[in-house]
Nanobody, 119 residues
């Protein structure tokens, strides 16, 4: 079994910062790409940021310059540092990882963490 558990969501005022963390645990033979997506009520889930196994990061245009993704391979963790938050960043944030569970590579998702940015 592979599990992804997010933490760090909450309520913050516009202009503030939050740090999301996601730890992968379980039967892990390796972790390739990791990333964060978000879903605003009534809208489709959208990619926020991703990071390859080699550490190359990519970002959605709407977070470039404000959010930073990183990973700690020793801890099987991916982190999303969110600065200069805006009310439109309010969403449920989900982490994802491509994990080798011993039977092959597949995508896994966390349960989501709520981020609310007040005006």
């Amino acid at each position: 079994q592979v599990q992804l558990v997010e933490s760090g969501g909450g309520l913050v005022q516009a202009g503030g910062s939050l740090t999301l963390s996601c730890k992968v645990s379980g039967s892990i033979g390796g972790i390739n790409a990791m990333g964060w997506s978000r879903q605003i009520p009534g809208k489709e889930r959208e990619l926020v940021a991703g990071i390859s196994g080699g550490g190359s990061a990519n970002y959605a245009d709407f977070v470039k310059g404000r959010f930073t993704i990183s990973r700690d391979n020793a801890k099987n963790t991916v982190i999303l540092q969110m600065n200069s938050l805006r009310p439109e960043d309010t969403a449920v944030y989900y982490c994802a990882a491509v994990v080798n569970n011993g039977d092959g590579w597949r995508d896994y998702w966390g349960q989501g963490t709520q981020v609310t940015v007040s005006p």
